[in-house]
């Protein structure tokens, strides 16, 4: 099946620094990926659609200045979490549809940022 | 949006036996999806059913959809030990743009 990476899988920052965590489709091609945000025990909530050669597509309340996200190609998408607060800890996954595939989206397996 | 809903949201069965977990919605949809996660992992995805769908199978998952309702049930039937894991509903909402609503998640606890 349709494989999706996130790079890193756990990551430790100071307050105040920028992390960038990537997302690659590893077998096929996405025009479009998917950020979700989810907190300990909690759903997942959509933060943006990252979509291939234009700007993201943020949900409401999503700052996205503080959240930058990049779709520099078909297999890739970026999101930069700056200046970091210990409020951004959470855990963060990325989605990918296959541009010739079915309607099922494909998840990346995470990445757990902590901010102290 | 958040527009799914599971209940229960906490199951604890014995080994063997069935689960069934229900989800409900309120938009119109164009298909709802099944997910598995287990505890700090990404998500695993079970099983789509269309809007024209009613049932559908696939191992020991068996999915049903009432569009009337706006409901949709997951049951695992003979369930192990090594499904435990949250199981969250998603919504693909008509005019979406494919963006998917989770629900709150199910909790299952399948003990060996």
């Known amino acids: 099946g349709a494989v999706v990476s996130q790079h890193p899988s756990r990551v430790i920052c100071k307050s105040g620094t920028s992390v960038k965590i990537e997302c690659r489709s590893l077998d096929f091609q996405a025009t479009t990926m998917f950020w979700y945000r989810q907190f300990p025990k909690q759903s997942l909530m959509l933060m943006a659609t990252?979509?291939?050669?234009?700007?993201?597509?943020?949900e409401q309340g999503v700052e996205k200045d503080k959240f930058l996200i990049n779709h520099a190609s078909l297999t890739l998408s970026t999101l930069t979490v700056t200046s970091a607060h210990p409020e951004d800890s959470s855990f963060y996954i990325c989605?990918?549809?296959?541009?010739?595939?079915?309607?099922?989206?494909?998840f990346g397996p995470g990445t757990r940022l902590t901010v102290t | 949006s958040q527009q799914g809903e599971e209940d229960p949201q906490a199951l604890s069965i014995q080994e063997g036996e069935n689960a069934t977990m229900n989800c409900s919605y309120k938009t119109s949809i164009n298909n709802l999806q099944w997910y598995r996660q287990n505890s700090g992992r990404g998500l695993v995805h079970l099983i789509l059913i269309r809007s024209n769908e009613r049932e559908k199978h696939s191992g020991r998952l068996r999915v049903t959809l009432d569009t009337s309702k706006k409901s949709s049930s997951l049951l695992i039937t003979a369930s192990r030990a090594a499904d435990t894991a949250s199981y969250f509903c998603?919504?693909?909402?008509?005019?979406?743009?494919?963006?998917?609503?989770f629900g709150k998640g199910n909790q299952v606890v399948v003990i060996p």
């Open positions: 998603a919504t693909d909402e008509w005019g979406g743009n494919n963006r998917l609503a």
């Open positions: 989605s990918a549809r296959d541009l010739g595939g079915l309607l099922e989206q494909y």
């Open positions: 990252s979509n291939e050669g234009s700007k993201a597509t943020y």
